[in-house]
């Protein structure tokens, strides 16, 4: 085999590899007990500002 060969052979498994585990990794963060913050702990509700600014032509007649 051509050296060539040979490395794409090894990316290729090592790319392989790499994504069992990014797989077993996610689905062992997936089994994870997820509990929502408390309520509580927010003051009060976001507020949101909106600043419009509009600007007409004045025609003389």
Known sequence: MN???I???LTGAISII???VYLILV???DYRDMKPAPISQFDQA???ISDYW???KITEV
């Open 54 to 56: 509009q600007i007409d």
């Open 18 to 20: 790499l994504a069992i």
């Open 3 to 5: 050296r060539s060969k």
């Open 27 to 29: 689905q062992l963060l």
């Open 7 to 9: 490395i794409a052979i």
């Open 46 to 48: 976001p507020a949101i």
